[in-house]
Nanobody, 123 residues
């Protein structure tokens, strides 16, 4: 298994930026497709972004496309979510996730999840 620990969440004003980090440990990081999802109170968990093993292939949800960028650094066992132009509707708990034995995975049923980090965007 892998363990995922998110960091970088916090409170930011609308229009601001945050960079979330997800540090992975355990099995070889590069063997996992990685993603970010989020869940707001009372809402279903929502796919945000995904990235392939190599980082060459990415996908971003339409709601964040052009504002958020997923990336990974396999040498550091870390995946990032750069969030720019944040909106109040981006407020959610953001979860890092891993899908094993998959080159690229852009759905929401991942194998492993981090504990989440809260992102709150004020008006």
């Amino acid at each position: 298994q892998v363990q995922l620990v998110e960091s970088g969440g916090g409170l930011v004003q609308a229009g601001g930026s945050l960079r979330l980090s997800c540090a992975a440990s355990g099995r070889t990081f590069s063997n996992y497709a990685m993603g970010w999802s989020r869940q707001a109170p009372g809402k279903e968990r929502e796919f945000v972004a995904a990235i392939s093993w190599s980082g060459a292939t990415t996908k971003h949800a339409n709601s964040v496309k052009g504002r958020f960028t997923i990336s990974r650094d396999n040498a550091k066992n870390t995946v990032y979510l750069q969030m720019n132009s944040l909106k109040p509707e981006d407020t959610a708990v953001y979860y890092c996730a891993a899908k094993q034995y998959t080159f690229y995975y852009d759905r929401n049923d991942y194998d492993y999840w981090g504990q989440g980090t809260q992102v709150t965007v004020s008006s």
